[in-house]
């Protein structure tokens, strides 16, 4: 939890007041660079002080508790970090050991953890010789070893190809079914709507958004609706229209925008003028389209909207 968190490097403001409660599950921590995630990053595992403001990681403060709670936070940074000359259990047998474990115990995690990774028979031979996909794995490995309770992931996919990218989401998805929470920094906007329960974006050292993915991709103006219409579009058009419902016509289809608690007015007007509905679903935005509008926190109407979404 970040409580009016201000951070900056010389004349560079990286974060602006923060105020951020994480949420259980797997969280997408989404911005350009120099928005801020890295150091939200820093911060939350203890490597640097705010300089104003409160930083608390699992019920203690940072960075004062910061030795106490690495033990129980893991961390996959996007930089190289494996050593040459060891082998891949051995790295991750390292990193288990530095967590607490003890020697038995972190060769028997070490290696499920490289089990789950998808690191076979590569573990045995030094890290000189692993591929960059190959590496991304071995660091995953070592950063959920030890069974954290919270994991921060920095672009764990980076390098991998589409299959090991597919398996690797699927790791960060267990895992956070699992119960730890996890944290995942990627300008890869597929890979957070593949595995994300919640969406951080910073823009600024500001927060743009905070909340559901769902409710990220809601649109601009509140819940809508795609409907397919077996029939006369334009005349289902017009009749929502009168009954002041919005619609847009995309294609062959609808948008309409309404509450989910006003959908019974929309199938009265569609039953009334006979319109027949072949397909009904939530309309969203893609992922891309989200991002950048939700970008836009200098708008004063955006930075209400904003406060609204961080106190739910």
Not at 125 to 140: D, K, N, T, V
């Amino acid at each position: 939890m970040l409580r009016g968190v201000t951070k900056s490097y010389g004349e560079t403001r990286a974060l602006r007041g923060l105020d951020l409660a994480l949420p259980a599950g797997v969280t997408g921590v989404l911005g350009p660079n120099g928005s801020g995630k890295s150091t939200l990053f820093r911060l939350l595992l203890g490597l640097e002080p705010a300089d104003e403001g409160e930083v608390w990681v699992l019920g203690r403060p940072m960075p004062d508790a910061a030795l106490a709670v690495r033990a129980l936070v893991g961390f996959m940074p996007e930089d190289d970090c494996l050593f040459p000359e060891l082998t891949g259990i051995e790295q991750v047998v390292h990193a288990a050991n530095l967590c607490g474990l003890p020697r038995v115990d972190a060769t028997a995690r070490a290696h499920e953890a490289l089990d789950l990774a998808g690191v076979r028979e590569t573990r045995y031979r030094p890290a000189a010789g692993y591929s960059l996909g190959m590496r991304q794995r071995a660091r995953m490995a070592m950063a959920f070893v030890h069974g954290p309770q919270l994991l921060l992931l920095d672009e764990p996919t980076a390098g991998l190809d589409p299959e090991g990218r597919a398996q690797m989401l699927e790791l960060v998805a267990e895992i956070g079914r699992s119960g730890t929470s996890v944290l995942l920094s990627t300008h890869v906007l597929a890979d957070v709507e593949a595995v994300a329960d919640h969406v951080v974006l910073l823009s600024k050292g500001q927060l743009g958004f905070v909340g559901p993915i769902e409710r990220f991709r809601q649109g601009a103006s509140g819940p809508a609706w795609r409907v397919r219409v077996h029939g006369d579009r334009d005349g289902l058009a017009a009749a929502l229209r009168e009954g002041g419902v919005r619609s847009d016509p995309i294609g062959a289809d609808l948008t309409v925008h309404l509450d989910e608690a006003d959908l019974a007015q929309f199938w009265r007007i569609a039953a009334a003028c006979g319109t027949g509905i072949a397909g009904f679903g939530r309309a969203e935005e893609d992922m891309a389209h989200a991002f950048v509008r939700h970008l836009h926190i200098d708008d004063p109407l955006r930075k209400v909207g904003t406060q609204a979404e961080a106190s739910r």
